[in-house]
């Protein structure tokens, strides 16, 4: 069994920037990625970033991109999306997520392991 803790989250105005950051212990995998996912009220979970930890490439929706970046640090084995220019539109819960898969995917059912989430909104 995984466990992930993200932390981060806050009320920012917009334009603001915030730092997202999830730990990783427990289980471990061979070779996997994590992303990480957004909910806003009454809509689906959507894909945001991820990133392969093995070669490090990442992958974004397009909303984000330019404005999101999604790193890690392997010592640590944390995940971080550092978010900057932000949108009421971003307001949401986000959670990271964990995937054996061993590449970086945007389906939100190939990922193992989630967060508990962490609460970003942006206020106009």
């Known amino acids: 069994q995984a466990q992930l803790v993200e932390s981060g989250g806050g009320l920012v105005q917009a334009g603001g920037s915030l730092r997202l950051s999830c730990a990783a212990s427990g289980r471990t995998f061979s070779s996997y990625a994590m992303g990480w996912f957004r909910q806003a009220p009454g809509k689906e979970r959507e894909f945001v970033a991820a990133i392969n930890w093995g070669s490090g490439s990442t992958y974004y929706t397009d909303s984000v991109k330019g404005r999101f970046t999604i790193s890690k640090d392997n010592a640590k084995i944390t995940v971080y999306l550092q978010m900057n220019s932000l949108k009421p539109e971003d307001t949401a819960v986000y959670y990271c997520?964990?995937?054996?898969?061993?590449?970086?995917?945007?389906?939100?059912?190939?990922?193992?392991?989630w967060g508990q989430g962490t609460q970003v909104t942006v206020s106009s």
């Open positions: 997520a964990v995937t054996s898969l061993g590449w970086a995917t945007r389906r939100r059912y190939e990922y193992d392991y």
